[in-house]
């Protein structure tokens, strides 16, 4: 069972790694701030994967999280490269935008221009208004 209690994580102060056991390390850094650690052995590789903060993780929780962990081990699942596939995820255009390419936006480059002289037009017919209007309001 672990070695750690709740009481002796609060009062840990000084810099350094505690070990619950199970590969359970608590790591206590220079400026004060705690974090999860489990220590695994993974095809023959030391690996440390980090749980998270004190603050997001109780003692009780990190034990059931690195209880998990060893499980997914055991099963022959690497947890490092899983959380690298979750956070690397890069989505494409097509899982996006599902319908993209049934309906292009612009088919040609003749209907950008067609739209470019539309908008043109519309522009200068505001402008023109703007100029009329301001001499209606002239008095004779």
């Known amino acids: 069972m672990g070695q750690l209690t709740a009481t002796k ?5 000084e810099a350094g790694r505690y070990n619950d ?7 206590v850094a220079a400026g004060g701030s705690k974090s999860w650690i ?13 749980l998270g ?12 999280k690195a209880r998990e962990y060893r499980r997914l081990i055991a099963q022959g699942v690497d947890p490092i490269a899983e959380k690298k596939k979750e ?3 890069i989505p494409t255009v097509r899982t996006l935008v599902p319908n993209a390419n ?10 950008i221009s067609q739209f ?15 100029c009329l209007s301001s001499f209606g309001s002239l008095s004779h």
């Open 87 to 89: 956070r690397f995820v």
């Open 38 to 50: 489990l220590r695994v052995q993974h095809e023959g590789k030391r690996r440390d994967i980090g």
């Open 116 to 130: 470019s002289r539309r908008r043109a037009s519309m522009m200068n017919r505001a402008a023109v208004f703007r």
């Open 21 to 27: 056991g199970d590969g359970l390390i608590l790591n």
């Open 102 to 111: 049934e309906q292009p936006v612009v088919q040609t480059l003749g209907e």
């Open 9 to 13: 994580i609060k009062t840990l102060t």
């Open 53 to 64: 903060s004190t603050k997001v993780l109780t003692l009780s929780e990190a034990r059931i």
